[in-house]
T-cell receptor, first 110, second 114 residues
């Protein structure tokens, strides 16, 4: 099985930077995903990491360390619309079926 | 624009009723999934399908069944609904050809069982 941990809730200020961590234990790792989910809406894909290092995409970046079983999602220049749940998901084994963590609810305040 | 469509956004059913949740995708994806999402528990996989007429159990299949008669359609069936099946149900699809398996989700179906 897999064990995926991420903080339940985080708060941050508009304009600031926030880092959401995700740790995992799995066998046959084949990638880590981050999804964003606004309240009442479907999750939408943010990023995918399969190799170690940082992937940057605009205000959002995602980092992976396979040896440490660790990833983070970095959100810069926070906006109120970034208030959402952020879901870490890990793919393993021979399939592309990700297992999801419980999600981190991010609240951005003025 | 790619799309996964779930037939009902909100349903209210009574205990013991048979419930059908329908999902259609227009991306010609091979893989389709049903998840349920509950506060504090995150997304949990109920069933998935790699191909037409194929189905595999996920982590929590008890009390559910699925049907995939056509590639674009994946149905979730609750044979006899119970109150502990009150939840948000999310359908998703993905491709295995030339991709890493990014999931595309529908808007969700919020089911209340009374």
């Amino acid at each position: 099985g897999q064990n995926i941990d991420q903080p339940t809730e985080m708060t941050a200020t508009e304009g600031a930077i926030v880092q959401i961590n995700c740790t995992y234990q799995t066998s046959g790792f084949n990638g880590l995903f981050w999804y964003q989910q606004h309240a009442g809406e479907a999750p939408t894909f943010l990023s995918y990491n399969v190799l170690d290092g940082l992937e940057e995409k605009g205000r959002f970046s995602s980092f992976l360390s396979r040896s440490k079983g660790y990833s983070y999602l970095l959100l810069k220049e926070l906006q109120m619309k970034d208030s959402a749940s952020y879901l870490c998901a890990v793919g393993s084994g021979g399939s592309y079926i990700p297992t999801f963590g419980r999600g981190t609810s991010l609240i951005v305040h003025p | 624009d790619v799309k996964v469509t779930q037939s009902s956004r909100y349903l209210v059913k009574r205990t013991g009723e048979k419930v059908f949740l329908e999902c259609v995708q227009d991306m010609d994806h091979e893989n389709m999934f049903w998840y349920r999402q509950d506060p504090g528990l995150g997304l949990r996989l109920i069933y998935f399908s790699y191909d037409v007429k194929m189905k595999e159990k996920g982590d929590i299949p008890e009390g559910y069944s699925v049907s995939r008669e056509k590639k674009e359609r994946f149905s979730l069936i609750l044979e006899s609904a119970s109150t502990n099946q009150t939840s948000m149900y999310l359908c998703a699809s993905s491709s295995t050809s030339g991709s890493f398996g990014e999931l595309f989700f529908g808007e969700g179906s919020r089911l209340t069982v009374l």
